[in-house]
């Protein structure tokens, strides 16, 4: 949706608005820490997001990549900086290309900083010397398709100082088919509102975004200041200078100078403001909470489904989708990206879409060996697996191998069932409580719009031991209101559910036909079983293969079974755990130990060590590690005039 839409229909409600920009990182760490950023401050709920492209498109492929990311994943508006620095039209094209098939309406035009090698700014062959000419390009070639952005400068640029030539630079801008414009950073409200005034009085009615730049710490104030050459306010200094070298008191005393610059210009009729982050949460959110408009109890963030919707190019419309990847929504973007048709209304006939590799990023386990084991310990016992799952049940963990996030609050009217049934050794893995009726507006399960009501059966994925699925199949046959699904590794299906999806969530809304979000069907679980057990053993790799960890976790994906359990008669809330009454894994506390060395040193994931013993003619064993890919040609080697080849996991 275009940005100057929003900001229409915030104006005719009446209600703040403001929005982030990020930049890309310079490490795939840092951009999967960014990643994680922009999906918890999603919550915060931003009109829209920016990421910003760099001087000489350095990062342009990765902006790119980003861009794709928040708007299918993350289902955040994205608007896409592209600038005229080193840029010929071929590379533009590319990069209008990428956005416009990443969904992205919303371009943010700029003539760019130069490089960092280059003092001046010099115009590239073959592109662009001015922002105009850049937005009359994308105009032409795009029609209406881009909401296109302008670069607005209250208290002049870089390059030149003269503000009222850079407000008929504004209007040429404007003029060439800009739609909003975003502002330079300033700390002096006065002088930003008397800019205002000047650009109305050109002739410029396109909604003007002022850009507000928290303070993080004093240097880097003072720093950020001085490259824009912005005023600051006498009071300003004078709260600061005193508290300089005391980086929490600087936040608190900026946090309010940005509240009361920020409550001034909304005072002033501007409703939206565009917060430059830094890549950072803290000082943003403070200040969006000092202001009150950040969401909360009385005025919740509106979900129109129960998942977050995609805005990819082909996914505006998906409004149905398994809920097996509840917890991984980026794995399932991920691996239906290349679909050409996404469910609408219905899932309709889920064996012609084809679910994507494995390998595609986003699917496997996130992290370095050494993070996860830092997060998930080193288990040598089912017990130990039992209590990692009970701390994540009980908010003490914050994700899990098969969950990228917390436990949600609706899972708090089941929580203790689910601790208790993970303490005996039945290991949750996802799980929806029953609900009859709730309002659309309801804090916890409401999504959908308003004077609507929704609805939920309660649904329960499980990891059940080899020795107790015989006897909970059996129990769940008995009862006709459940359906179940239950594989293993192998694919070995065992289902009492008939032909066709079961809708597990549904809504009743006013005007409109139900809708049924969230599903359960065959297919999909079958392609979510591969997933999951790929995740199991991409935690046991992160263990040494000689080590307990890596043969506990191994023998648990080798031979368990992965079941969901749904109970369609919904009035019923906790009919699904009773099942389980009286059934408890045994041995739970016995270790579980391999004849290598234990505690051997991790290795990258998907790599794996084998020890092999021979038996030489002296009879004394030599114990050799190799990789597995190896494991033949090198036993082949070793066992020439040898006897008694031992292969030991």
Known sequence: MHISQKLAQARAEGKPTFSFEFFPPKTAQGVQNLYDRMDRMHGLGPLFIDITWGAGGRHSQLTCEMVKVAQAVYGLETCMHLTCTDMEKTKLDDALKEAYNAGCTNILALRGDPPREREKWEATAGGFRYAKDLVKYIRDRYGNHFDIGVAGYSEGCEDNGDVDLLIDHLKEKVDAGATFIVTQMFYDTD????????????????????????????????????????????????????VKNDDVAVREVGKDLVVDMCRKLIDAGILHLHFYTMNLAQATRMVLEDLDIVPDLESPLERPLPWRPSLALNRRDENVRPIF???????YVARTQDWDEFPNGRWGDARSPAFGELDAYGVGLKGTNEQNIKLWGAPTSIKDISDLFVRYMSKQLDSLPWSEQPIDKEAELIQQELIDLNKRGFLTINSQPAVNGAKSSDLV??????????????????????????????????????????????????TNSPDGPNAVTWGVFPGKEIVQPTIVETVSFLAWKDEFYRLGQDWANCHSSVSPSRYVIEDLMDTWYLVNIVHNDFMVTHGIFQLFDGLQVEDMEKPMHTTGTPNGDAHANGTTEKTVELNGSNGEK?????????????????TNGLNGLKVSN
């Not at 396109?206 to 200041?225: D, E, L, N, W």
Request: proline share 6%; aromatic share 12%; charged share 25%.
């Open 325 to 331: 990847w509840r917890n991984r929504k980026a794995s």
């Open 191 to 242: 002088l930003f509102l008397e800019w205002v005034r000047k650009v109305r009085a050109k002739g410029i009615d396109i909604p003007i975004i002022p850009g507000i730049m928290p303070i993080h710490t004093y240097a880097a104030f003072m720093r950020r200041a001085n490259w824009t050459k912005c005023h600051i306010p006498e009071h300003w200094m004078k709260a600061l200078e005193p």
């Open 445 to 494: 399960f409401g999504w959908g719009p308003r004077n609507g009501y929704v609805y939920q059966k309660a649904y329960l994925e499980v990891f059940v031991s080899p020795e107790h699925i015989a006897e909970l199949i059996t129990r769940i046959e008995r009862d006709p209101d459940l359906t179940y699904y239950a594989v293993n590794k192998d694919g070995d299906l065992k």
């Open 622 to 638: 030599t114990k050799i590690e190799v990789a597995s890919d190896a494991l033949k040609s090198a036993a082949s080697a070793l």
